[in-house]
Structure formats: structure tokens, C-alpha cells
């Protein structure tokens, strides 16, 4: 593994090596033990678009793994208009280690790595967000113990953290099932080729029965705040409530990569009951990409 770039890239046997690093390092962390494989390496962060746990969990756990952080926003480098993505990408490559970039097109993550010779780690594009789902199959597999034959049930929007999801819940041959509302379904590209892993509801009640975990996400992403009004109206009977949730099983989860609006995609009673798996699923972030940083930046 060169880089991270999509869920697409990672076999079952990757998606294993990542996790279990994960949890060593979650333990390691707990433990007071210093895992400091990065010595003296540097980071650069670009975030086109803003971050609460990303840029925290990878500028933390850069510095717990002993190496350092560079926050660049949009504002602060000259990528996008000014200069080309192949300048910034070699340029870059001639300081720092590896770069983590969070942006709307995925292309220009794949454009990044095409002439970087250091590691590219998407943090998140319009279509993706495979460090999010490192960090849910992990919680998933604390939570469940196993992951093979687990139903997961998405009810929202089929946006990049869910397409993400489809991606890795098939490679560790998990079920899922989406439940969207019409012209809001994940890419019909993607979904083709995952087959019969993936089934598409336009019922949240099909989606949800007898699910292990159930997962949802914010109704506008961000880059379609001008659709917020819209959304707003076309994903109220998606919301994931009481009623909702008496359908799945008893010992189900709920997921949610945050930030979380509580009585839009969410009621504030469900996310409460659920929020210790929530709050570890924030928390598996810090310790999935120091596992992703160590394993590609030694
Ligand atoms: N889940 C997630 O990526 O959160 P941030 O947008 O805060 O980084
Ligand atoms: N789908 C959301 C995820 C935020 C972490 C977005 O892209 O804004």
C-alpha cells in the first residue's frame, strides 16, 4: 500500500492488518506505552473544507506517533487556482513526509498521489471518505466482535461516507443495505459492481430490520449548502428515530461519523442512547489512521 486513496484499493487482508494495528495502538495509547515509529516525520494537512475530528485525530496522532503536523487551508498554499496539483505535489514531496488532504474531487486526490513520491491519505472528497470507514469497521468489530455476515443498514443520503461503507462492508463480507430517498441514491456505477451485497431501498424500514448496525449522516455535506431547504423537506421520512430503530435487533448499533444534527438525520433520544458507540466510533479515527500513517510513512 502506497497510498490511501479510496476503500476500493484495500483488500480484506489489508482492511485486517490496519484494524489490528488500530487496536494495538489503541491499547498502546491507553496503556501509557510510546509507539513513536514516526520519529522526526512531518505531515502536511490541506483541508479544503473544514474538520473537527480529522484534522485533530491526525495532527494528534502524528505527535503521539513523535513526528509533526502542518495544517494547510485553503487560504494558507497556493494549490487549487494559483498552482497546479503536480507542482504541489512534488514540491511538497521535497519537504514533508506524507499529505493528507481533504478537497470536493476525488480526481485531484488521485492526481496528488500520480506525482507525489511521498504518501497521499484522502481525508475525505465528495465521493469518499475510507479514513472514516477504517475507523467504523473497527468500532463495528469491538462492538460485534465479528464482522463477516453482519447486516449494516444506511438510511440517508448516498453520499461519500456511505458509498465508502458499501466499499468496505463488502470486502469484509458484511451485508448492507441503503435506504435512500429517489435521486439521492449512491453512484449506480459503484453500486452495480458491488452486485447483491448492496441492497437499495427507498424504505428506511426495509433497510433497518433486523440490522446490526445502523448508520447515518448529516442531510447536507458539505459543498451543497445552497440545497440545504430542499433536503431538509425530501430526507424528513429518512430520519433515524425510535420507531426506526425498534425494527433493527436488539443488541444493534448506531453509527455516525459526525457532526451529528440532532433532530434532522438523527432524534436527540436515539443518538443519546447510542452515543457511547458513536463517541468510540470518533475516537477509533485517532487510532485507524495512526495505524494507516505508521503502515505507510515508516
Ligand atoms: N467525521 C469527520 O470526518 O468529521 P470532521 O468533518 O470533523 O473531520
Ligand atoms: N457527508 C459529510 C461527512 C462529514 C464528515 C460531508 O461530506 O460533509
Known sequence: MKHLLSMEQLTKAAIIKILNLADQMKYEQKNGIAHEVLKGKQLAMIFAKPSTRTRVSFEVGINQLGGHALFLSKSDIQLGSSESIEDTAKVLS????????????????????????????????????????????????????????????????????????????????????????????????????????????????????????????????????????????????YQLNRELMNLAKDHAIVQHCLPAHKGEEITEDVFNQHAHAIYEEAENRLHAQKAVMALLMQ
Open 94 to 237: 521535497r519537504y514533508v513526509d506524507g499529505i493528507m488532504i481533504r478537497t470536493f474531487d476525488q480526481c485531484d486526490v488521485e492526481e496528488l498521489a500520480l506525482h507525489a513520491d511521498i504518501p497521499i491519505i484522502n481525508g475525505l472528497t465528495d465521493s469518499s471518505h475510507p479514513c472514516q470507514i477504517l475507523a467504523d469497521l473497527m468500532t463495528m468489530r469491538e462492538y460485534l466482535t465479528v464482522l463477516e455476515g453482519k447486516i449494516i443498514a444506511w438510511v440517508g443520503d448516498g453520499n461519500n461516507v456511505c458509498q465508502s461503507l458499501m466499499v468496505g462492508a463488502t470486502t469484509m463480507e458484511m451485508k448492507m443495505r441503503v435506504a435512500t430517498p429517489v435521486g439521492y441514491e449512491p453512484n449506480a456505477a459503484l453500486l452495480d459492481r458491488l452486485g447483491s451485497n448492496v441492497l437499495l431501498t427507498h424504505d428506511p424500514k426495509e433497510a433497518v430490520a433486523g440490522a446490526d448496525v445502523v448508520v447515518t449522516d448529516v442531510w447536507t455535506s458539505m459543498g451543497q449548502e445552497a440545497e440545504t431547504k430542499k433536503r431538509l423537506e425530501v430526507f424528513a421520512p
